[in-house]
Every structure is written in C-alpha cells, then in structure tokens.
C-alpha cells in the first residue's frame, strides 16, 4: 500500500461484529449488484487484478465481506484504488459487475466521510478554478501550443452546482 493511501485500515488480524444483512441488500440494490451473491469465491477477479499487490484486501475478499453484510469492506483501500480496468468482471464466471459494484460501494463510503484527502482537494480546485490543476506557461511553450484560454468559473460552478457535487457528504440514499 502506498503511503498516500495509509490512511485506510489494515484488516489483518481484524475480528468483525455481527452480519448484517440489511447492508447485502443494500449493495445488492445498486447498479451491478443484482447478481452479487452468485460470487462462489473462485478468486479469478483476484488473480486478474492489475492493484492486487498495492491494496490491504483483494477484491475476492471485498466479494466477501459484501456477502457477509460487512459495512467495514467501506474502509478498504480496493474501493479506492481500484483502477476501474473491468478485468475482474471480464474474469468473473458468473459474470457479476464487480467493477459497477466498486463505483457504488465509494459513493455509499463517500458520503459516510470515508474518502481520500486528495479526492476533496481536486473537487474543490476543479469548483474554484474549473481545472483539476493549473498547467505551466513552460509546458505550453515546450509543446509550442497557444496560451491557456481563460475559462468561465461562473458556467462551471453552475454546472457543478447542478451536479450537486460539492454537497456529496449530505446526500443520503
């Protein structure tokens, strides 16, 4: 696990509380988990998995603890740093959409606060000044491209605010 991501928590040694079933249900109904507990633990989403070696659980185990009705799997540093390849799902025999299933389990983990420091920095830069950075007059010049146009912040931040992302922690679902 990279540094940046140290802020997740190890699961090793962990011991959890009690199933809950009301949490399967609740990822069963987002997009791609209707077919969540066809998952047989064949671990091939596992062995394709191109961040298997950089992430405290692999996506198998992820399967796992979803089916266990485990809310802890928010935690995970693989609901983050899944690079969204879809080879897990291509592998899957039972052709579940564990990538879909990835993208809903870190909408539910952002809105209960668990999310990367990097990923609030870039949404507020990308509100304030509609880029997720500011690129250098030297890279322009290198690459002999015409100067940065000006943007409008005010037709972005519209956009934004339609998209209600800055109000992400508030929502509930």
Excluded at 80 to 90: G, H, R, V
Excluded at 114 to 126: D, H, K, Q, V, W
Excluded at 159 to 170: A, W
Aim: proline content about 3%.
């Amino acid at each position: 696990m990279t540094e940046s991501w140290g802020q997740f928590k190890s699961f090793e040694g962990k011991k959890f509380k009690a199933l809950d079933a009301e949490f399967t249900n609740k990822v069963s109904s987002l997009i791609g988990g209707k077919d969540l507990t066809a998952c047989f633990q064949c671990a091939k989403c596992s062995a394709g998995c191109p961040v298997s070696d950089k992430v405290n659980i692999q996506i198998h185990e992820v399967m796992r603890m979803l089916l266990f009705g485990l809310e802890a799997v928010l935690e995970t540093d693989m609901v983050w740093l899944c690079s969204t390849c879809y080879t897990c799902q291509e592998r899957c025999p039972q052709g579940i959409d564990i990538t879909d299933i990835l993208f809903g389990l870190k909408n539910m983990a952002f809105r209960k606060g668990i999310r990367p420091t990097g990923y609030i920095s870039a949404r507020e830069s990308l509100y304030e000044t509609g880029r997720l950075y500011e690129p250098t007059d030297w890279e322009r010049d290198d690459l002999e491209l015409d100067p940065v146009p000006e943007l409008n912040i005010a037709d972005t931040k519209k956009m934004l605010d339609r998209m209600k992302l800055m109000n992400l922690e508030e929502e509930e679902e």
